[in-house]
């Protein structure tokens, strides 16, 4: 065995500086193979090669930029809008992004949670109601040709003239035995009827006192009557449902119904007491026309909650005697006020309507 060394037969000579021409004689078969340093160790085929292959890069980077943009475009909810406007996609896509303004949002939302509005044949049940248990109370404590407990004279019946103009004449008709009931009948409804409404004094009103307080401070002479009633009836159905006025177990409003209760009662004992029936017992009368005013609170909450402005209207009724067409004198009473819409649903002021007629009652 032999180990066989091979070595170059000329020596390479290297220099360093870059401004130097490196020759190498390694490969005899290639005596003129050299690299030039204008070239920077490229020859003209590759940097062509690399500027080809930047042109192409630089085209797909442009390329990927335009298709960003366009994506881009297309997501555009106002892009879409145009595009599905006549689609079948539209009513979808303008529910999904056309919403109103956050405040306008808000108002609608508090509209629709409110209660409806109550209807007229509902609310003409519960006055009649409350109307018929003021005949039974006065047919079971103050009956007719009863005797009367004490001597009164005409001129010692003082009857409110809040209760009408016809207060005198009322005041004579409680000597007619036959008359007295029908007198009584008024002045009973009308005494609670006046505790419904918003300018009766904040004692004797059966409202909630907070109602009564914020309507006697508003001034409606400094409005527009017609703008007033429109935002009156607004304030009045957002305030019960704020208040939650129909809710039971308001230990604020309960302990003023009862005393406001006591007050009226005490009210009507002075001029109706000395009429009632010998055997009546006063606790019984008393509890029986509690539970009517409770009734008629209950009643005027409602009234106060409808966007509807509603009234009561005992007409211009001359209690004296009159002749009929043959001839005859009669006379009579109203014993049941017509209950009046002053108002729509929007709150727009309505000719006088009158929803239930007054009641008559002759002798």
Same mark, same amino acid.
Request: net charge positive; glycine share 6%.
């Given at each position: 065995m032999s180990l066989n060394t091979r070595s170059t037969s000329a020596p390479s000579t290297l220099t360093t500086p870059t401004t130097a021409t490196v020759t190498s004689t390694a490969d005899p078969a290639n005596p003129t193979c050299t690299i030039c340093p204008g070239s920077r160790g490229l020859d003209k085929g590759a940097a062509a090669g690399i500027g080809v292959g930047a042109g192409f890069g630089g085209l797909l980077l442009g390329a990927l930029a335009v298709f960003l943009l366009v994506m881009a475009r +297309?997501? +555009?909810p106002l892009r879409r809008k145009k595009k599905y406007r006549h689609s079948s996609y539209a009513k979808e896509e303008r529910k999904r992004h056309d919403y109103p303004h956050a405040v306008e949002r808000s108002a609608i939302d508090m509209k629709d949670h409110l209660p409806q509005s109550t209807d007229e044949a509902t609310l003409c049940t519960k006055f009649t109601k409350l109307s018929e248990l003021v005949a039974q109370h006065v047919e079971n404590f103050y009956p007719k040709g009863n005797t009367i407990a004490n001597i009164v004279t005409s001129k010692s019946v003082t009857v409110d003239k809040d209760l009408g103009a016809a207060a005198e004449q009322l005041s004579g008709l409680f000597q007619d035995a036959l008359a007295r009931p029908l007198a009584i009948r008024h002045i009973l409804l009308k005494t609670i009827i006046s505790a419904l409404t918003l300018n009766q004094v904040q004692e004797r009103s059966l409202l909630p006192p907070r109602i009564v307080f914020l309507t006697r401070q508003m001034n409606a002479d400094s409005f527009d009557p017609e703008v007033f009633r429109t935002a009156f009836s607004s304030w009045r159905i957002h305030t019960a449902? %704020? %208040?939650?006025?129909?809710? =039971?177990?308001?230990?604020?409003?309960? *302990?003023h119904l009862q005393q406001s209760i006591e007050l009226n009662i005490r009210e009507i004992n002075k001029t109706l007491a000395p009429y009632a029936g010998l055997k009546s017992d006063e606790q019984s009368r008393n509890s029986h026309l509690s539970k009517i005013m409770q009734l008629a609170a209950e009643f005027g909450i409602i009234?106060?909650?409808? &966007?509807?402005?509603?009234?009561?209207?005992?007409?211009? *009724?001359?209690?004296g005697p009159r002749v009929?067409?043959?001839?005859?004198?009669?006379? +009579?009473?109203? &014993?049941?006020?017509? %209950? &009046?819409?002053?108002?729509?649903? #929007?709150?727009?002021? %309505? #000719? =006088?309507? &009158?929803? *239930? =007629?007054?009641e008559e009652e002759f002798f």
């Amino acid at each position: 065995m032999s180990l066989n060394t091979r070595s170059t037969s000329a020596p390479s000579t290297l220099t360093t500086p870059t401004t130097a021409t490196v020759t190498s004689t390694a490969d005899p078969a290639n005596p003129t193979c050299t690299i030039c340093p204008g070239s920077r160790g490229l020859d003209k085929g590759a940097a062509a090669g690399i500027g080809v292959g930047a042109g192409f890069g630089g085209l797909l980077l442009g390329a990927l930029a335009v298709f960003l943009l366009v994506m881009a475009r +297309s997501r +555009s909810p106002l892009r879409r809008k145009k595009k599905y406007r006549h689609s079948s996609y539209a009513k979808e896509e303008r529910k999904r992004h056309d919403y109103p303004h956050a405040v306008e949002r808000s108002a609608i939302d508090m509209k629709d949670h409110l209660p409806q509005s109550t209807d007229e044949a509902t609310l003409c049940t519960k006055f009649t109601k409350l109307s018929e248990l003021v005949a039974q109370h006065v047919e079971n404590f103050y009956p007719k040709g009863n005797t009367i407990a004490n001597i009164v004279t005409s001129k010692s019946v003082t009857v409110d003239k809040d209760l009408g103009a016809a207060a005198e004449q009322l005041s004579g008709l409680f000597q007619d035995a036959l008359a007295r009931p029908l007198a009584i009948r008024h002045i009973l409804l009308k005494t609670i009827i006046s505790a419904l409404t918003l300018n009766q004094v904040q004692e004797r009103s059966l409202l909630p006192p907070r109602i009564v307080f914020l309507t006697r401070q508003m001034n409606a002479d400094s409005f527009d009557p017609e703008v007033f009633r429109t935002a009156f009836s607004s304030w009045r159905i957002h305030t019960a449902f %704020l %208040l939650q006025l129909n809710r =039971k177990g308001n230990r604020e409003y309960d *302990m003023h119904l009862q005393q406001s209760i006591e007050l009226n009662i005490r009210e009507i004992n002075k001029t109706l007491a000395p009429y009632a029936g010998l055997k009546s017992d006063e606790q019984s009368r008393n509890s029986h026309l509690s539970k009517i005013m409770q009734l008629a609170a209950e009643f005027g909450i409602i009234l106060f909650s409808e &966007v509807s402005d509603w009234t009561f209207d005992w007409g211009n *009724m001359d209690y004296g005697p009159r002749v009929d067409r043959d001839g005859k004198v009669y006379r +009579s009473v109203i &014993v049941r006020p017509a %209950l &009046v819409r002053k108002s729509d649903n #929007d709150g727009k002021g %309505l #000719d =006088k309507v &009158v929803v *239930m =007629k007054a009641e008559e009652e002759f002798f």
